[in-house]
């Protein structure tokens, strides 16, 4: 019986969940080897989908979200790798495990298979703080609604919180939301902003001249 894509994603899942949870051990075990045999088969099954010949929108998507959140660890491993064989160099570099690197000439972008440049940089500025997307029809700025839908699923993600609804539902709230704020202020856009408030995942909306 052939697996289908569905399944194949869900293995990749579990398999980036075990990596981060091993090289988590691995920081933390001055004995620990790398866990270099499942970030193989992580790549592997990357390396697979990368092209998105046999996928839908929705198996790209979840593909993408999985793509660049291993592009985000791995960035932050490589970080703690050179620490771990360098040594600290100072007190806290210790306590936050990868601050403190001396200055060096910057290190050439890693690439992810399946995963642009753009779409990177907006996963690392989910990771770092607030995303911002302007939006005046959810309709045909499809892009758009897809990067806010994907932070603020991240966003919730990691505060712990119940990710519910789909991007299909999504859209359609985008679009009312839109449309209501445009009407009531008359106003070309509505800028939708994720962020965290008093320890909890936020959207916001507000008219934009």
Request: glycine share 6%; net charge positive; hydrophobic share 35%.
């Amino acid at each position: 019986m052939s697996v289908t894509i569905d399944e194949e994603l869900t293995v990749l899942e579990t398999q980036l969940r075990r990596l981060k949870i091993e090289y988590e051990v691995y920081f933390s075990n001055p004995t620990k080897k790398p866990p270099t045999d499942i970030e193989w088969k992580v790549l592997s099954l990357l390396r697979k989908f990368s092209d998105g010949g046999r996928m839908s929108f929705a198996h790209r998507f979840r593909y993408n979200e999985m793509a660049q959140r291993y592009a985000i660890y791995s960035d932050l491993w490589r970080k703690k790798s050179r620490i771990r064989e360098e040594g600290y160099r100072r007190p806290q570099d210790a306590l936050l495990s990868i601050q403190g690197l001396r200055p060096e000439a910057p290190e050439p972008e890693r690439r992810v298979y399946g995963v642009s440049p753009g779409a990177l940089a907006v996963a690392r500025a989910a990771d770092a703080g607030p995303i911002t997307v302007q939006c005046s029809d959810a309709r045909t700025e499809r892009d758009r609604v897809v990067r806010l839908y994907q932070a603020l699923t991240d966003a919730k993600k990691k505060a712990g919180e119940t990710v519910s609804g789909n991007l299909d539902n999504f859209t359609s709230f985008v679009q009312k939301k839109t449309e209501q704020i445009r009407k009531q202020y008359g106003c070309p856009a509505v800028e939708y902003t994720v962020e965290m408030e008093n320890g909890q995942v936020r959207l916001k909306a507000k008219a934009k001249n």
